[in-house]
T-cell receptor
């Protein structure tokens, strides 16, 4: 029973274009969402997060959108760069802002390839 | 300030042996989290520890697995009598307080059971 789903295993975009990575969740108790980036043979790196009281959070080239009614969030990367090529994980928490308790539920990830 | 250090990076064990995975948190971090990533899967929460205390072990298998974070020294994830299904990447993260969004992950230990 997957509570966090990333239905696209891979995504390929051209350098300079927008990358949109999608994530769906089923548990309405989730109130905090995070995106992580992971390179091969490395640990995940925190990218950006959003609380359920917001519908958008922006940090430089990265923007996360949350649609609570649809239980859907997306990560937009604009403009995409070859260095963005990595696996992106969506994660959710029911532990309040910041995701206390440490129990994150991760999706399976989407492998993004940005072609020069 | 060194990052979260995990060792060994790669560990090969025969079925039935014990595996010990170490995690040294970042300086000043007293909260440690362990996650496991099976092939083609996302990370799955195992256990959350604060110095000398287990806060949440709801993701830990009931048998063969244990974790500790002593007052001094690294956090240890111990797997007794390993089986092939234990083969995975094990990631540790640490944070200064109990906020996972502030946590940094280590590079992981890849356990292979042969």
């Amino acid at each position: 029973d997957q509570q966090v789903k990333q239905n696209s295993p891979s995504l390929s975009v051209q350098e300079g274009r927008i990358s949109i990575l999608n994530c769906d969740y089923t548990n309405s108790m989730f109130d905090y969402f995070l995106w992580y980036k992971k390179y091969p043979a490395e640990g995940p790196t925190f990218l950006i997060s959003i609380s359920s009281i917001k519908d958008k959070n922006e940090d430089g080239r990265f923007t996360v959108f949350l649609n609570k009614s649809a239980k859907h969030l997306s990560l937009h990367i604009v403009p995409s760069q070859p260095g963005d090529s990595a696996v992106y994980f969506c994660a959710a928490s029911a532990g309040g802002v910041g995701g206390s308790q440490g129990n994150l539920i991760f999706g399976k990830g989407t492998k993004l390839s940005v072609k020069p | 300030n060194a990052g979260v250090m995990q060792n060994p990076r790669h560990l090969v064990r025969r079925r039935g042996q014990e595996a010990r995975l170490r995690c040294s948190p970042m300086k000043g971090h007293s909260h440690v989290y362990w996650y496991r990533q099976l092939p083609e899967e996302g990370l799955k929460f195992m256990v959350y520890l604060q110095k000398e205390n287990i806060i949440d072990e709801s993701g830990m298998p009931k048998e063969r697995f244990s974790a500790e974070f002593p007052k001094e020294g690294p956090s240890i994830l111990r797997i007794q009598q390993v089986v092939r299904g234990d083969s995975a990447a094990y990631f540790c993260a640490s944070s200064p307080g109990g906020v996972i969004a502030e946590a940094f992950f280590g590079q992981g230990t890849r356990l292979t059971v042969v």
